[in-house]
Nanobody, 126 residues
Framework: EVQVVESGGGLVQAGGSLRLSCTVS????????IGWFRQAPGMEREMISC????????FSPDPKMARFTISSDNARNTVFLQINNLEPEDTAVYYC???????????????????WGKGTQVTVSS
């Protein structure tokens, strides 16, 4: 069974940084993609970035997300999301998800992902 677990959220002041972690397990091959999403209160879920497990290719659909950097440590089966210069508008629950059924390319659509974590709360104070 594929499992996805996020960690690293918390309360941080505006201008600060956080590194979120997404630890995954249960895969039978390296053909999968990990995406980071977030959902603020009253807002739709939005995609931040995605990374390929097999070759490390990354994708970010929104140029405004330049403050967010995705990376991975394959030996630890962990994907990171570095967030710099945090803003109060970044307050949201951050989710990690795995696409391992379709697994053709990094998708910006949440419906493409097969397993989701429970999320980690990020709160940015002004």
């Amino acid at each position: 069974e594929v499992q996805v677990v996020e960690s690293g959220g918390g309360l941080v002041q505006a201008g600060g940084s956080l590194r979120l972690s997404c630890t995954v397990s249960g895969f039978t091959s390296d053909d999968y993609f990990i995406g980071w999403f977030r959902q603020a209160p009253g807002m739709e879920r939005e995609m931040i970035s995605c990374i390929s497990r097999s070759d490390g290719t990354t994708f970010s659909p929104d140029p405004k997300m330049a403050r967010f950097t995705i990376s991975s440590d394959n030996a630890r089966n962990t994907v990171f999301l570095q967030i710099n210069n945090l803003e109060p508008e970044d307050t949201a629950v951050y989710y990690c998800a795995a696409d391992y059924v379709r697994a053709y390319y990094c998708s910006r659509y949440g419906s493409s992902y097969d397993a989701w974590g429970k999320g980690t709360q990020v709160t940015v104070s002004s």
